[in-house]
């Protein structure tokens, strides 16, 4: 259920930081992503690792809400902890690309080993902009940068719910080797599930036949 967890945190860490209560989902959603990424720090060496970076990245979370909460911000500290977080996350979100990326690789599953890449490209355009932007002081540069920076934003966001959630249910575990659909208890993962079947047996009624069949 490693992957199932991961995709809740995914949704608050990512898309909740376009929202205006970006600050606490943030914690929420790293606190859960820590809990993901322990289960599948089984897996390689870089869930372990993006699992210590979410550690990190919940403590500046929570030094962002509280420094908020009381009032404190503009001053140094805050900037601080806030640019860290903002520049932290995309950063853990490679690591865990890589980590998935890896994984997929290893079980021969090609098309989200593209994904993997297409979003960590998404993911560095979004971290360049957001440097280049710190640089330059022309308004409109600056206005064209934001633009690209929000939609790249958005879309390495999408991706990584469509990758996570491929994950999820294409996966196969040691304890599940014949990849039965069991209820999961969560009505929105039953859903998306029977949603996934469907395509996919849809799919396999269009390949065409081997020319050996009879």
């Keep these: 259920m490693g992957f199932g967890i991961l995709f809740f945190a995914c949704f608050l860490t990512y898309f909740g930081a376009l929202t205006p209560l970006g600050a606490y989902t943030y914690v929420l959603g790293s606190a859960l992503m820590l809990f993901a990424l322990y289960k599948l720090s089984g897996q390689n060496k870089f869930f372990l690792s993006s699992a210590i970076g979410s550690v990190i990245l919940l403590v500046d979370s929570l030094i962002v809400v509280v420094l908020s909460v009381f009032g404190i911000v503009g001053n140094t500290l ?3 902890v806030f640019n860290v977080q ?29 994904w993997c890449i297409i979003d960590f490209v998404f993911v560095l355009l979004y971290l360049i902009c957001d440097i280049v932007s710190m640089l330059i002081s022309n ?11 929000i939609v790249s934003q958005i879309l390495y966001s999408a991706l990584l719910l469509v990758i996570v959630f491929n994950c999820y249910a294409r996966i196969c575990y040691e304890d599940d080797k014949d990849m039965e659909k069991k209820s999961t208890g969560m009505p929105v993962f039953d859903f998306l599930n029977k949603a996934f079947d469907k395509a996919s047996n849809k799919n396999k009624k269009n390949e065409p036949r081997d020319k050996g069949d009879k």
């Design 86 to 114: 903002t520049f932290l996350s995309p950063v853990l979100l490679i690591v865990v690309l890589i980590s998935i990326y890896l994984l997929a690789k290893e079980v021969e599953l090609r098309k989200i080993q593209g």
């Design 78 to 80: 805050y900037l601080v």
């Design 139 to 149: 308004e409109q540069a600056f206005a064209r940068l934001g633009l690209v920076s």
